[in-house]
């Protein structure tokens, strides 16, 4: 860890001496064991929901004559398969956005419309959970990139804040402009984050609580999707967080300046 990976290698070159060759691969091998834990930690988290799912049907098998049992397995197995179904999901999703590679849509993006999108996504689940979702006025402000990356990025903020909250709080979503930089903050009223877990929460796979993140249905994986869709917009996202108060997520992106779009025949170009 943190140390250098040196391949050395010692020829003969027959009568005329040796040949000594020595090789940095400390860039290939840190990949490669990122690589390796990740496909660890993937079967690992799909191993718990199928392991679930099979042991509850081997019990309603051994219930079948019991009608008020078989519908609570049911229930309990359904709800296994929706979370398996998110993490796989999850998966896909953070697979297509670590390759790092150029944004597959990019476009200049209204991010008014990002805000709205993501916002209409999380109505239900904040309704359901009674959190009100505030939202500022339109800010005109764009930026350059994967419009349905950024709703992706500012739903998964928005549907943690909801998840780690408390009923009738709030959860405000608001954009400005910075320097060169178009924040988009969202903010929670929630059970906030120590300051040791917060350094963590962009890892893969990272939970504060994984009890209780379990019951939410947390992968672990919607921060570190986040974070990559931020770095490959030119960008970042940071957190701030108070235990017991709150928590306030920041995704800075280079601004799409007004006078970057030539505007021909309706529509822009870049
Ligand atoms: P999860 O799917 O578990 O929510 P994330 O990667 O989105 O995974 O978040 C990682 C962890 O960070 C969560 O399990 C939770 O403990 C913590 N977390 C994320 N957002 C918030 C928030 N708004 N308030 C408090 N804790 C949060």
């Given amino acids: 860890d943190g140390e250098s990976v040196i391949d050395v290698r010692l020829g003969t070159l027959g009568s005329r001496g040796v040949l000594l060759l020595a090789e940095d691969r400390t860039r290939a091998v840190r990949v490669e064991e990122t690589r390796r834990d990740f496909v660890a930690n993937v079967s690992h988290e799909l191993k718990t ?21 078989v519908r609570r397995f049911a229930g309990r197995m359904q709800s296994e398969s929706r979370r398996l179904a998110h993490l796989v999901q999850e998966i896909i999703e953070l ?29 239900n689940l904040a309704l359901g959970a009674r959190i009100t979702l505030k939202t500022g006025g339109p800010t005109g402000l764009q930026v350059f990139g994967s419009s349905s990356m950024l ?61 209780r993140s379990r019951t939410t249905g947390g992968s672990g994986l919607g921060l570190a999707i986040v974070k990559h869709i931020a770095t490959d917009h030119g960008g970042e ?6 235990e017991g108060q709150g928590s306030t997520f920041t995704i800075r992106l280079p601004e799409m300046g007004r006078t970057d779009a030539i505007t021909v025949g309706g529509s822009a170009l870049r």
């Fill in 49 to 69: 929901p199928v392991g679930a799912i099979t042991l509850l049907a081997e019990t309603m098998q051994d219930a079948a004559d019991d009608p008020e049992a």
């Fill in 95 to 123: 697979s297509r956005v670590q390759g790092g590679s150029a944004l597959p849509d990019a476009e200049p993006v209204e991010i008014d419309d990002v805000v709205e999108t993501a916002v209409a996504m999380n109505r």
């Fill in 151 to 211: 709703v992706t990025a500012v739903s998964n903020l928005i549907s943690n804040a909801i998840a780690y909250s408390p009923p009738e709080t709030q959860v405000g979503i608001a954009v400005r402009r910075d320097g060169g930089m178009v924040e988009l903050l969202v903010k929670d009223q929630g059970i906030g984050i120590s300051k040791e877990n917060l350094e963590r929460v962009f890892e893969r796979f990272y939970r504060v609580d994984r009890a």
């Fill in 237 to 242: 996202v940071s957190a701030w967080s108070m």
